[in-house]
């Protein structure tokens, strides 16, 4: 499943999961996400479908728009990009040409606002630095959306990080933050 970018195809085994984990298990019903890198594109497409199904949307140096990476175009920050996942990626959604994959792929912060209505909270550890996937490319359109219609955001900003290591050095304030919202 790493490679299909938070498509359809994506979604049908996350629903299999949920169900194996809530519905089976009874793990909560609604989990803290986390979206690690290109997991961004998973966690925010889960969101988009069930926003009633998640606690908190977690982005660490998560990829929210495509164009940024794997595409490697030019937003307002130049990513190192992938053209060997840029090109997974247009299989796996069915574009025939690059140009179609960015008329067509979602942008960053589309379809999420019945999340903030919904009460997910969200949380960004992202490199300032980050070359590979850079913040105002990506999770900076989903947070501006949520401060934008009172949602609410905790922000662990890495000073001049890159996009690794992940996480933060000391875990401690993350893993409290994340404890106490998980339902």
């Known amino acids: 499943m ?26 909560s019903a609604k989990p ?11 966690v925010n497409a889960w969101t988009r479908l069930h926003s009633d199904r998640v606690s908190v949307l977690y982005l660490d140096n998560g990829v929210c728009d495509i164009r940024s990476w794997p595409g ?23 574009y025939a040409n ?13 379809g999420l606002l019945p999340a903030i209505k919904a009460g997910v909270f969200l949380i960004s550890c992202h490199g300032t630095a980050d070359k590979t996937v850079p913040f105002e490319d990506n999770a900076a359109h989903v947070i501006k959306l949520w401060q934008d219609n009172g949602g609410r955001v905790k922000l662990f900003p890495k000073d001049g990080g890159d996009h690794h290591p992940h ?17």
């Open 98 to 110: 690059d140009d179609e994959a960015k008329a067509k792929s979602l942008q960053p912060a589309e």
């Open 32 to 42: 803290a996400l986390l979206g690690i890198s290109r997991g961004g594109l998973y």
């Open 2 to 27: 790493s490679n299909q970018f938070g498509s359809a195809r994506a979604m049908a085994t996350w629903e299999k999961a949920y169900e194996e984990f809530h519905g089976k298990r009874g793990l």
């Open 167 to 183: 996480g933060l050095p000391d875990p401690k304030p993350l893993i409290e933050v994340l404890t106490a919202e998980v339902k």
């Open 72 to 94: 490697g175009f030019a937003l307002t920050h130049q990513s190192k990009g992938s053209p060997k996942d840029w090109a997974m990626y247009k299989t796996e959604f069915g």
